[in-house]
């Protein structure tokens, strides 16, 4: 698995982040209310030009990734929402 720098991200997946981010914002911070802790999860597969976007809770990343890979996340986002980005072989992580 390989972890990228946000300049990075390819443009189908920035394209889909801009033309949908008041949805996905409003998605986030419908279910940060209910879980307090989590991101927001992107599977994306461009051969079938499909992007599946769920919110995980802290329960659910913590089983994708260590608690303390998640904390460590959780502390240098501080107070911005969490986008991970799955892609092909790629992990993305954008803070908002």
Do not use: H, R
């Not at 911070?29 to 802790?37: M, Q």
């Amino acid at each position: 698995m390989n972890i990228q720098n946000i300049n990075n991200l390819p443009d189908f997946i920035d394209k889909f982040i801009k033309f949908n981010y008041d949805k996905l914002i409003e998605i986030y911070d419908k279910d940060i209310k209910v879980y307090t802790e989590g991101l927001l999860y992107f599977e994306c597969d461009q051969e079938k030009n499909n992007v599946n976007v769920i919110f995980l809770s802290k329960e659910k990343v913590i089983e994708m990734i260590s608690e303390e890979s998640w904390e460590m996340l959780k502390k240098d986002a501080g107070d911005k929402k969490i986008f991970l980005i799955s892609e092909s072989n790629n992990i993305f992580i954008l803070k908002i």
